[in-house]
């Protein structure tokens, strides 16, 4: 079945920089991948997602790109802000019927002020 | 638009006592997913419905643990007995698939806890 690795667990920055959180997945056949994000005692809310038919997509702040033959995809944070500080998670599905997400154990990001 | 209703939102119980976890999806949405989140991790799966059929409970201890939506809507989700281990943070989601998308929206959680 599908695994996926988070990296790194916790990453600490200074606001305005850059953020990026790396995850790998085992199945080739996983064709959807979402990030989600979970503030302190909230529910995850999804960020921004990536299909397998394309390579990179990009919503303000937030990018992810995928790279399906080394089989990892990233999450790029620009301009951090202390509201971006969270836990994040990434996962990976097979859509085939339906999307069962197999999640990474999660980075925690600190945006200090 | 509403959201995922969950309730309640803590619990804290004895081990081996029963517990129950309820779950209003968003209207309209005919999947429904638990998961389970412990300390430190990613969400991991329990089990689907699909309208009021389970058709995915294969990480479902089922020997303790059961889940029920009777009429496709609520669902709930029992523990009977409750063990030390239990104690993570419960999950509902529901999606509906739209335009080959079924994007995946999360309930507050349960936050359990086993003494």
């Known amino acids: 079945g599908e695994n996926v690795e988070q990296h790194p667990s916790t990453l600490s920055v200074q606001e305005g920089d850059s953020a990026v959180i790396k995850c790998t997945y085992s199945?080739?056949?996983?064709?959807?991948f979402p990030w989600y994000k979970q503030e302190l005692g909230k529910r995850p809310q999804l960020i921004i997602d990536?299909?397998?038919?394309?390579g990179e997509k990009k919503d303000q702040r937030i990018a992810v790109t995928l790279n399906k033959t080394a089989k990892h995809f990233s999450l790029h944070i620009t301009e951090t802000q202390p509201e971006d500080s969270a836990v994040y998670f990434c996962a990976a599905s097979l859509r085939s019927g339906y999307n069962k997400l197999i999640f990474g154990a999660g980075t925690r990001l600190a945006v200090h002020p | 638009e509403a959201g995922v209703v969950q309730s309640p939102r803590y619990k804290i119980i004895e081990k081996k006592q029963p517990v129950a976890f309820w779950c209003n999806p968003i209207?309209?949405?005919?999947?429904l997913y638990w998961y389970r989140q412990n300390l430190g991790q990613g969400p991991e799966l329990l089990i689907r419905y699909e309208n009021e059929e389970a058709v995915d409970d294969s990480q479902l201890p089922k020997d303790r643990f059961s889940a029920e939506r009777l009429k496709g809507v609520d669902s709930t989700l029992k523990i009977q007995p409750a063990e030390l281990g239990d104690s993570a943070v419960y999950l509902c989601?529901?999606?509906?698939?739209?335009?080959?998308?079924?994007?995946?929206?999360f309930g507050p959680g349960t936050r359990l806890t086993v003494t």
């Open positions: 990536i299909r397998s038919n394309v």
């Open positions: 209207s309209g949405h005919n999947t």
């Open positions: 199945d080739s056949a996983s064709n959807y």
């Open positions: 989601a529901s999606s509906i698939l739209q335009g080959g998308m079924d994007e995946q929206y």
